[in-house]
């Protein structure tokens, strides 16, 4: 039984995946190419952020190294498979939409940089951010063409010059 019926039931089961929220294939790769840098890189600098006496250094650091694993477990699970809970909190975020990874990614990142602001933590966070910015991006979605822009400005005016019109013939 193939048909209508059956991709309707199919897709009411669970929240949109990011493909259907205008995210084009080659974006959505990037978006998971940064997150995996950005794990890459928090994790580095979060080692040689903990290297030092001083404690909101270390602090930073730990919650870089977080931070990293964070990202690497949502962004690619295959990397976390000792871990028996990643590919459900993989598809945990994957129901997300676009502008919540945002916003999580850019807090996440954020946080070190609070902590201890030092070379650091920002050239090590700013990968990281640089995802949440992804993100955010696509959540906007897509910009328009300019013959639909002059076209709804057009309607706009001839609305204007109606509603106008109609001011002046009541007044007469």
Known sequence: MSGAG???VASGDSAPPAQEEGMTWWYRWLCRLSGVLGAVSCAISGLFNCITIHPLNIAAGVWMI???FVLLLC???FCCQFIEFANTVAAKVDQLRSWQKA???CGMAVVPIVISL??????GNAIA???GVLYGLSALGKKGDAVSYARIRQQRQQADEEKLTDTLEGEL
């Open 6 to 8: 059956g991709a309707a």
């Open 66 to 68: 977080t931070n990293a």
């Open 75 to 77: 962004e690619a699970p």
């Open 103 to 105: 916003v999580f990614y």
């Open 118 to 123: 030092t070379l650091t933590t920002l050239l």
């Open 129 to 131: 951010f640089a995802t």
